[in-house]
């Protein structure tokens, strides 16, 4: 599995920003292509994720409603539009794809294979 990230950068509060990955290596229809994050000082965190193999997509509670997550059709592109973004969603933002693994089992989301090199995003004024 291979991933490569894109975007981030830095915008003011309330701003937006769109992250890309693009993932490949697959073997198995049920995988999952989906976000973490990092902030300094902090775990990393689970943000959003996409199933590649039904499509479904799963949020954090601290990011629900104002990030989308979604897919190029017929790819294995996978973009996480921010946006309203805050000051505490201020971190390096890590894609990630796993194979033969649910996106979100109740409490339970998917760990992680194979990771991108991360990208900065900043919020701030």
């Known amino acids: 599995l291979q991933v490569e990230e894109s975007g981030g950068g830095w915008v003011q509060p309330g701003g937006s920003l769109r992250l890309s990955c693009a993932a490949s290596?697959?073997?198995?229809?049920?995988?999952?292509i989906g976000w973490f994050r990092q902030a300094p000082g902090k775990e990393r965190e689970v943000v959003s994720c996409?199933?590649?193999?039904?499509?479904?997509?799963h949020y954090a509670d601290s990011v629900k409603g104002r990030f989308a997550i979604s897919r190029d059709d017929g790819t294995n592109t996978v973009h996480l539009q921010m946006n309203d973004l805050q000051p505490d969603d201020t971190a390096v933002y890590y894609c990630?794809?796993?194979?033969?693994?649910?996106?979100?089992?109740?409490?339970?989301?998917?760990?992680?294979?194979?990771w991108g090199q991360g990208t900065q995003v900043t919020v701030s004024s």
């Open positions: 990630s794809t796993q194979e033969n693994v649910l996106c979100r089992y109740g409490d339970v989301w998917f760990s992680g294979d194979a």
């Open positions: 290596g697959f073997t198995r229809a049920a995988y999952v």
């Open positions: 996409l199933s590649g193999f039904d499509g479904s997509k």
